[in-house]
């Protein structure tokens, strides 16, 4: 599951980077503004590579993605963005556990199936 999740969570590391470029360009929002906020959810992403296969990672992912999606409010292309990532975000957890229950059952298989070598 952290290989899964940690690839979206890079890959949203640099929408989010574009996207503040982008931000920046609109009268409304201040440099320092627009950076900040990007700055900050940049470094969420990296830092939840590092907690995803807690569930308290997961969670926080979650929230990652309903604010990826609710900054399509500042920059109208992150509303299909972040659905998309929020689908791969689900992927990424669903199929990334069902692929840590198969590598469990492997392990448990062939050390059940190996000699002992007492």
Do not use: N
Not at 49 to 62: D, E, I, K, N, S
Request: charged share 10%.
């Amino acid at each position: 599951m952290r290989t899964l999740c940690a690839s979206t969570l890079i890959g949203e590391f640099f929408v989010i980077g574009f996207a503040g470029l982008v931000a920046m360009k609109g009268p409304d929002l201040a440099t320092g503004t627009v950076w900040t906020v990007s700055g900050i959810a940049m470094f969420l992403c990296v830092a939840l590579c590092g907690v995803v296969t807690r569930p308290v990672g997961v969670a926080l992912g979650w929230a990652l993605q309903i604010a990826l999606i609710a900054s399509g409010f500042i920059v109208s292309s992150m509303f299909f963005l972040g659905a998309i990532f929020a689908a791969l975000w689900w992927a990424s957890v669903h199929y990334g556990r069902k692929i840590d229950e198969a590598k469990a059952r492997f392990a448990a298989q062939a050390e059940g199936a190996a000699p002992d070598a007492a």
